[in-house]
């Protein structure tokens, strides 16, 4: 299984949110050449046990699944890290406790308080001892902040510094600027830019949600690294209407 640690420092990694929690849409999504996929407990109806399935199917394929769960839930982000999840999205990041909280819940002692298991599959099942499996999953776990909101917490620096992915949320960020759906729109622009001068300062990796290819190869060039284009019900969306729009043109 690739490290997303290690392939962020390499080099810009593109994913997509899952919300179609089945083993078949996890295979597709991998061998298209994906280096990371989301696994939504916000926005779609998979639950925990769905997700679960989720990283056991990528795990068999190669690919790393983050989880973006719904709120700080001690007991969902422990489970589905020791399913084998390589870190969790925390939606409506925007003060310290948010940020430091999440990285408490993904680290085991001394970083965190994350509660230890060996017997599950993230530890192979205690195949691995302790020290090296506490130290591995430390050195792996991904604590991902999601900015959606407009109210922002200074210094942004106290916020980011705890993060890997300081990521994006473009619509949301959008629609709480008063201007929804204008991602270029000035005061969309102004907090993105506060983000990203934050992440800078804190050597933080910068992700985003793109819809397009376009808006993906955009935002890689202006350095970020973690990239989220659209979602699998999207993806799928946008090549039913390709295919049926092809083929009326053409009868």
Do not use: W
């Amino acid at each position: 299984m690739p490290d997303l640690r290690a392939l962020l420092e390499q080099r810009p990694v593109i994913g997509t949110f899952l919300k179609l929690p089945r083993p078949e849409v996890v295979a597709v999504l991998a061998q298209a050449g994906l280096d990371f996929l989301i696994c939504d407990l916000e926005h779609s109806q998979a639950d925990e046990r769905d997700c679960r399935e989720v990283i056991l199917a990528a795990r068999a394929e190669g690919v790393p699944v983050v989880v973006r769960v719904s709120d700080m839930d001690r007991g969902v982000i422990n489970r589905v890290l020791e399913a084998g999840a390589a870190g969790i999205q925390l939606p409506r990041t925007r003060v310290v406790a948010d940020s430091a909280g999440l990285r408490d819940l993904v680290s085991y002692p001394p970083a965190g308080s994350r509660s230890v298991s060996l017997a599950q599959p993230a530890a192979r099942y205690g195949a691995v001892a302790l020290p090296a499996y506490l130290a591995e999953s430390n050195a792996s776990v991904l604590a991902i902040g999601q900015f959606e909101t407009a109210d922002l917490t200074d210094p942004l620096d106290d916020v980011v510094k705890s993060l890997d992915v300081a990521f994006i949320g473009s619509v949301d960020l959008s629609v709480d600027a008063g201007a929804p759906g204008q991602i270029d729109a000035p005061a969309v622009r102004r907090l993105t830019e506060r983000i990203e001068a934050a992440a800078t300062r804190t050597g933080t990796h910068l992700g985003v949600f793109a819809a397009t290819a376009a808006a993906a190869r955009q935002a890689v060039a202006a350095g970020y690294r973690y990239v989220a284009v659209g979602a699998d019900i999207t993806l799928l969306a946008g090549a039913a209407r390709e295919l049926v729009s092809a083929v009326q043109e053409h009868s």
